[in-house]
C-alpha cells in the first residue's frame, strides 16, 4: 500500500463529454503528477504540481487540466473527450527533499482510474 | 528530445536463471532515473532511484547500476513472483518524467 487513492476506480464516458479524475496523496506529500498509460504502453507524462501550481508539463493539450488543493488532494480534468483519450490514468505522490546537492523525489503510484471513451 | 527505451520487450526465464535488462536514455539535464515494477491492472511500485553515474542499490534479489547512457536492472536467481512489467523513468531539468515501454518478465517455476 503507498497511501495514494484514486476515484473512480473505472469510468465510461462518450466523446465530447468532460470528466474529472480524483488523487488523493499519501500524506504530507506537496508534490503530485499525472500521467497516462495505455495499454502495453509506459505511463505518459501529463503534468505535475508542487504546492498547488503546476510546475512541470508533457506534450498533452490544453483541454487536460489540473488542480492541487491545500489537503494534498488533487483532480485531473479532460475536457470533450476523445477516444484516444482511452487508458489508464495514474497519480503519482512525492515528496522532494534534499540530500546534499541532490533533491530526492520518490514517487508512489495510486491503483489509477480506467476510462473508456466510447 | 528525450527519450528512454528499454530492452529486452519481453524476457522469460527459469526459476533462479539470472539476467539484466537495459534501460538507455538521452535526456537534458538528468535529474534522476527510477525503477519501478507494475502487476497487471495496478500503479506502478518505487524499487529504486539513481542520481549519479556509478551509483548502484541493491533490494533483495535485485540491483540497480547506472552510466552516463544506460542503467541496468540485474536480476540474481529470480523466482515466479519476481513476474511482472519492469519500467524505467527519467525526470529531465524540467521536472518531465520520460517512461519507457517497459520489459515484460516471466520467470518460469
Known amino acids: 500500500e503507498t497511501g495514494v487513492t484514486q476515484s473512480p476506480t473505472h469510468l465510461i464516458k462518450t466523446r465530447g463529454q468532460q470528466v474529472t479524475l480524483r488523487c488523493s496523496s499519501q500524506s504530507g506529500h506537496n508534490t503530485v503528477s499525472w500521467y497516462q498509460q495505455a495499454l502495453g504502453q509506459g505511463p505518459q507524462f501529463i503534468f505535475q504540481?508542487?504546492?498547488?501550481?503546476?510546475?512541470g508539463r508533457g506534450n498533452f493539450p490544453p483541454r487536460f487540466s489540473g488542480l492541487q488543493f491545500p489537503n494534498y488532494s488533487s483532480e485531473l480534468n479532460v475536457n470533450a473527450l476523445e477516444l484516444d483519450d482511452s487508458a489508464l490514468y495514474l497519480c503519482a505522490s512525492s515528496l522532494p527533499s534534499a540530500l546534499g546537492r541532490v533533491i530526492e523525489e520518490t514517487q508512489y503510484f495510486g491503483p489509477g482510474t480506467r476510462l473508456l471513451v466510447l | 528530445e528525450d527519450q528512454v527505451t528499454q530492452s529486452p520487450e519481453a524476457l522469460r526465464l527459469q526459476e533462479g536463471e539470472s539476467s539484466s535488462l537495459n534501460c538507455s536514455y538521452t535526456v537534458s539535464g538528468l535529474r534522476g532515473l527510477f525503477w519501478y515494477r507494475q502487476d497487471p491492472g495496478k500503479g506502478p511500485e518505487f524499487l529504486f532511484t539513481l542520481y549519479s553515474a556509478g551509483e548502484e542499490k541493491e533490494k533483495e534479489r535485485l540491483k540497480a547500476t547506472l552510466t552516463k547512457k544506460e542503467s541496468f536492472l540485474h536480476i540474481t536467481a529470480p523466482k515466479p513472483e519476481d513476474s511482472a512489467t519492469y519500467l524505467c523513468a527519467v525526470q529531465d531539468g524540467t521536472y518531465k518524467y520520460i517512461f519507457g515501454t517497459g520489459t515484460r518478465l516471466k520467470v518460469l517455476a
Open positions: 504540481y508542487y504546492r498547488e501550481e503546476e510546475n
